[in-house]
Each structure stands twice: as C-alpha cells, then as structure tokens.
DNA sequence: ATCATTTTGTAACAATTGATACATTTTGCC
DNA sequence: GGCAAAATGTATCAATTGTTACAAAATGAT
C-alpha cells in the first residue's frame, strides 16, 4: 500500500493532490518492495528498468571502485527518486549499488508503465522533464566553468557574472576560502590571483565589495584560453 | 506546410511514420516561421517558450560576451531541433542568440503543445526523453572526468576504465597526441606522466598494447584525490 | 571598547604542467 | 628492405599552482 501522502512530497509527484495519484496508480503495475537493512536494492551495472522511489526507511549509493572495494557513499531518504535520470538515455545502467540503511519501502515502478503514467498526468510530466533539464543545465553550467583552466579566468569568469551586464561592482557574499573550494583551488592561490589582478587595475576590493575597473579586459582573458 | 519526410529525420521524430506525423501536427497548435539571411531567430537571455526545429536552411548559435560582441558560433542544419534541453527547467531562457545563415524555415512548438505532443505519442517521448537523458549522462560523464585534478589520475582512470574489471592489457586505438587532447594536456606532458607510471611498475606499454601491472594502486590514486 | 576568532594578505619553496626543441622509434608505403 | 612521415621519448626552462607558515586586518561576542 503506498501512503500518498508522503509521495506527494517528492519533487515528482509534486502539486499532485492525493485523490488523482491514486487514481493513477490505480490504472498501472507497479510494485512495492521491502528491504531488510544492509539489503542490496540494485547492484551497479545492473540495467534500470524500474523508476525507483523511497517510501519509507533510507538507503545508500556505494561506488564500487575498479578493484572491488566500495567508496563514497550517499544517502537517499524518503521521498526521492533513486537514478531518476538513468532511467532513460543510451547508457541506462546503475552507475552504483544501491544498500538498504534500515529497513526500507521501495516503490518501483517498470519503464514502461512510467511512460503511461507521464501520458496521463501533465503535471507529473512537467515535474520529471523539469527535474532532468534542471539537472543537465546544472552539469552545463558546471562544466562550463571547468573549462576555463587558470585561476585567473575562473575568476574573471566569476566577476563577470556576479556583476552581469549591467552594474560594475557588487558584494562578495561568500569567503574566500568557500569561493576557492568552488573554484576548486586553494585559497592562497586564490588570494594572489586576486591581488594580481588588483595590481594590474582589473578589479578594486575593498573589505567585501568587489568593483570591476576594466570589463573589456577581463572579457578577454576568456576569450584568449 | 511541414516537410514530413525532412522532420522524421530529426531525432526528436526519428522512428515516426509520415502519417503518424502528420495526424500528430493536426491535433496542435504550431506555426512554420520563416527568417530572411541574418534575421535573428531568438536573442539570447530570451525565454524559452517554443520548441524550435529547423526545417530548411540552417541557423548559427553566437555566444555574446559579457561586454556585447559576439564570440563562439555553432551552426545548425536541418533538421535539427534547437536548445531541446532548455525548454524545460529552472533556467529555461536561450543562452545564445540564433541568427539565421540563409533563408531558413523553422518549425515553432509552442511548450504546451509540445507537451501534448508527448503525451499523444509514446515513441515521440521516448526520442525525447533520451535525447535529453543521453545529453545529461554524457556531461555527467564528463564532468566525472573533469574533477580528476592531475595527468596522473586521469590517465589512472582512463586506462582502469579502457581494461575494465576483467583484463590487464588492452590496446590503445588513439595516439598519444589524441589522448593529450581529450584530457587537455600537451602531449609532452603526457609522454611523461606514462613514462613515470612505467617506471614505478604500474604498467608496462610495448608498442600499442598496455598492461596494467597493478591495478591496486592506480585505484588509489583515484580516491585519494 | 576589548579580546578571541575568523578572514585576508603575503612570502618562500616545492610540485606540476606547459612550451619548445630535438633525437629516436615506429608506421605506412614503394 | 628502404625511405619519408608520423609518433614517441626525453630534456630544459618558464609559468602556474600547491603547501606551509605567519602577520595583519576584520569580525563578532561580551
């Protein structure tokens, strides 16, 4: 038995009034699994044919690395989706293996009755396409900015947005220790970019507020990686 | 009027029949616009609210920089659609502007429409769902490789990943320059990151065949990254 | 205001990688 | 086999970043 009211409050079936989940549900195949603790839901590697949903309990993803032993590990509470985005794709497997934390509830739902559902509910389709795309832009976005490979042009990178087109000087909001753990660099490192840059009559800071003196200039320093 | 037989060429409706198309399109709402050469399709920043696939012709995508001249182009033939993985999400605004390379037709969904057309056909939703799931697997993928910070581990990763669990030896498809290139180093660079790895006894390269002497430890050199 | 804590600036040195150059080996073709 | 072109191994030096350490400045609580 599926207790809707806690799986309306995942982001997919968000904004979905109970009545018309189990409506729904009622009209597909679907099963609900239950795992003993340190039970293994999905081995990695294994092929997703089953969207999966925590309903009760919490389980782990391990990576298994190439020589067998398991790494890093995430949890997964109710009520997320479990590799909502390898559900579909060219390389549909478990990209890990998936362990039970405590005793838990699984709603697994076959690919195949996914996609009727996703016809017959508008909302419930918004909410999946939205969470993909969500999800991809972010690793656009991300990978965008990795590719800029010196400090200084993840930096400039960095002002420019904050500042968008319009303003030339705004409030740092975050450390720069945090701001090198985003660029992924160490923070000395990131200080003498900085400073560099402050030399060169690129920027100006003053306590938190940083002011962009030559836009044109650090434009360039994009363009010319 | 829609060229059938140039649309089912598109990823989005490969694998349609004509006719299946054509009774499809009758049941939405949808316009064939038509843009004169260097006519701006969309402005960049713009939102997303039409699903754009080129029938005729052929756009470009200009990447404007933060001081407003335009830098990158991408071109984009019939009959590609355009910025699929932007109709839906947080950040669901163009992030170029599309300027027209010739006379070029361009057929316009709106994204309500487009939902309907999803949710009439179950072959169209699943082109769509995995081209927008194979793009997210792909930058994931990417992105994974991206965060190994030295040669060192990224050559450890991709030769673990090139052998697979089951066998130590494999033979490189690509020349070193090629490699250099994908992971974005010189090839002197990586020349000697290989020459360290065989003098420490990790693996052993004869021509165009590898072995990995010991997996162990290039694991190690992933995680404690 | 004062003091402890956090944040920032900066320096010296090590490690990694890029740039460039050149010798050697391998490959493909005759 | 012989030869030219491509690929590889290697060396040197410059540039960038990491590491570590410490002092100065800013922040926040009392």
């Known amino acids: 038995m599926i207790d809707y009211s806690v799986l309306v409050k ?12 189990r409506a729904l549900f009622s009209k597909i195949h679907y099963q609900v699994r239950k795992f003993e603790k340190d039970a293994i839901v999905v081995q990695g590697g294994e092929e997703v044919t089953n969207l999966f949903v925590v309903l009760s309990g919490s389980v782990r993803g391990e990576m298994i690395d ?3 032993k398991t790494v890093k ?7 997320r989706p479990l590799a909502a ?9 478990f990209p890990v293996t998936v362990t039970a934390n405590k005793k ?9 009755e996914f996609l009727k559902l996703l016809q017959m509910n508008t909302r419930l389709l918004r909410n999946y396409l939205n969470s993909i795309s969500t999800r991809a832009q972010f690793l656009s976005q991300k990978l965008h900015f990795l590719s800029f ?24 909001k975050n450390t720069q220790q945090q701001l090198a753990e985003m660029f992924g660099v ?6 003498r970019v900085l400073g560099d840059m402050q030399n060169e009559g690129l920027i100006k800071i003053e ?12 434009n360039s320093l994009l363009k010319n990686g």
Chains 1, 2 share one sequence.
């Open 66 to 68: 190439y020589s067998g």
């Open 10 to 21: 995942s982001p997919l079936f968000h904004g979905i009034p109970d009545e018309e989940c």
């Open 207 to 218: 306590k938190k507020t940083v002011t962009l003196l030559d836009k044109e200039e650090l």
């Open 85 to 93: 985005a390898f559900l579909f794709g060219k390389e549909n497997k």
């Open 104 to 112: 838990a509830e699984l709603l697994a739902i076959p690919v195949v």
């Open 186 to 191: 160490t923070r000395p490192s990131l200080a």
């Open 73 to 79: 590990i995430e949890d997964i509470e109710a009520p």
């Open 149 to 172: 490979k010196t400090i200084k042009e993840k930096v400039a990178h960095f002002l420019l947005q904050q500042a968008g087109d319009l303003y030339h000087s705004f409030e740092l």
